[in-house]
């Protein structure tokens, strides 16, 4: 069974940094790709980045890049993401996903509020 924990719900000024996290339990995994996707209120989940266990560059939406990195720790099992220079339009719930043994998992979400 492979579940993925996200930290809590933020508040943050515009302009700010935040930094979200997604740890995986359960069992192990060796090939995976991982990433974040966020959902406002009324609109679709969106993609926001992604990266591979074999790919040592990263993907970003056009909204985020420059300003959002994702990056892991392979000994706590866990995925980050770092949001800097954020926007009142940045304000969604994220969640994280894990492409692992022909399934997607999802994280439970984390809702990230940023105030202008």
């Known amino acids: 069974q492979v579940q993925l924990i996200q930290s809590g719900e933020s508040l943050v000024q515009a302009g700010g940094s935040l930094r979200i996290s997604c740890a995986l339990s359960?069992?192990?995994?060796?090939?995976?790709?991982m990433g974040w996707f966020r959902q406002s209120p009324g609109k679709e989940r969106e993609f926001v980045t992604a990266?591979?266990?074999?790919?040592?560059?990263?993907t970003y939406a056009d909204s985020v890049r420059g300003r959002f990195t994702i990056s892991g720790d392979s000994a706590k099992n866990t995925v980050y993401l770092q949001m800097n220079s954020l926007k009142p339009e940045d304000t969604a719930v994220y969640f994280c996903?894990?492409?692992?043994?022909?399934?997607?998992?999802w994280g439970q979400g984390t809702q990230v509020t940023v105030s202008s």
């Open positions: 990266t591979a266990w074999n790919d040592n560059s990263s």
């Open positions: 359960g069992r192990s995994v060796t090939s995976w790709a």
């Open positions: 996903y894990l492409d692992a043994i022909g399934h997607r998992y």
